[in-house]
């Protein structure tokens, strides 16, 4: 396993981590298969686990695998999802953070997180807000470095001015989403991240399953057949596929390999999220670990969907909230100004 610089953390982290979404009540919620799952991951050089405070009780089977190799681990966690039904369950303020990592702490049996991440933007809190409760996390050891998910280009930017501004830590890591079919990162969230020395954390590099080639043009499936993603249903991501698979199959790979190869091979990511149920499926992609994506394989995917493009949306995709406040988008009278 080739290990890969964490932005300007000096951490070094596995091109590819293992997510553990699925690491739950609503995915694989057999305790002694996850421990062979961890285990194996961790003996193949995986050393970058990401959970989340959402994730059901992923966090709580995430702790219990990883006893007794803890030390071998970056351990990833993200806040701001909501979480039960309280409205202050969620976001990114003060009053949120300091309760949530104390719950993720004690869920995940450890006393620091090496990297807590916010997991969606919080547009009703002030930035300097939770870059201030962030830091003194940092400062009180319970952390270790910080990040963001989802964020667009422009609050990284903001983000960054305001940590430098205030002498706050700043965020130095990003969660994306990535893939083939979705590529609109590489025109403004990747540079940014280059640019400020970020990490990058893909997630749902297979395009939530799209990409292993289980979906196709006229065939029913598990996937497909699923209420939880429409995307698995848009005809023109089925079509993109339908292209890509003869492309991985003239190039002697399958189109899974293919499609974490291509994410990993940007230089401005740093690894890919893998998500496996089973032993089996984890075996089968760290397989593409190995692979290599020729030029002029490249430049043939490029023509199915070109850089800095996308085809249709992911269901999880975040989504910029609508302007509620009709202040923001009229003119104002001049009765209103006059006020």
Do not use: C
């Given at each position: ?30 305790q ?81 997180l ?14 300097d ?7 003194d996390l ?41 893939s ?16 400020y020395?970020m ?6 590099p ?27 249903r ?60 020729s ?17 249709g ?18 003119r ?8």
């Amino acid at each position: 396993m080739h290990y890969r610089s964490l932005g300007r953390t000096g951490i070094e982290v596995s091109p590819f981590a293992l997510g553990a979404m699925m690491f739950s009540s609503f995915g694989n919620s057999d305790q002694v298969d996850v421990d062979r799952i961890v285990g194996r991951a961790l003996d193949a050089g995986v050393n970058l686990v990401d959970t989340a405070d959402a994730y059901g009780d992923s966090e709580e089977m995430v702790g219990r695998a990883l006893k007794g190799r803890r030390d071998e681990v970056v351990l990833a966690s993200k806040f701001s999802r909501p979480i039960g039904e309280d409205v202050n369950h969620q976001g990114g303020s003060r009053r949120w953070i300091m309760t949530a990592v104390e719950n993720s702490l004690r869920r995940l049996q450890t006393d620091h997180l090496d990297l807590y991440q916010m997991h969606r933007p919080d547009p009703r809190t002030d930035i300097d807000e939770t870059l201030s409760a962030l830091t003194d996390l940092v400062r009180s050891g319970k952390v270790r470095a910080i990040g963001s998910s989802d964020m667009p280009a422009s609050e990284i930017v903001e983000a960054q001015w305001v940590a430098e501004r205030r002498g706050l830590e700043r965020f130095r890591t990003e969660q994306p989403h990535y893939s083939i079919l979705d590529r609109s990162i590489e025109r403004e969230v990747l540079p940014v991240a280059q640019r400020y020395g970020m990490g990058t954390v893909i997630w749902s590099p297979l395009a939530s399953g799209m990409l292993t080639g289980r979906v196709r043009r006229g065939q029913e499936s598990d996937l497909r057949r699923t209420r939880m993603f429409a995307a698995l249903r848009d005809e023109r991501r089925i079509d993109a596929v339908e292209q890509l698979i003869p492309l991985a199959e003239e190039a002697g790979m399958s189109l899974t390999h293919m499609a974490l190869a291509f994410v990993i091979a940007h230089p401005g990511v740093t690894a890919a999220l893998i998500g496996p149920r089973t032993r089996e499926q984890l075996d089968d992609l760290l397989l593409a670990a190995e692979v290599t994506l020729s030029d002029d394989l490249l430049d043939r995917i490029d023509a199915i969907v070109p850089p800095g493009t996308g085809v249709g949306r992911m269901d999880q995709e975040y989504n910029t909230p609508a302007i509620v406040n009709a202040a923001l988008r009229r003119r104002p009278t001049p009765e209103r100004s006059a006020a």
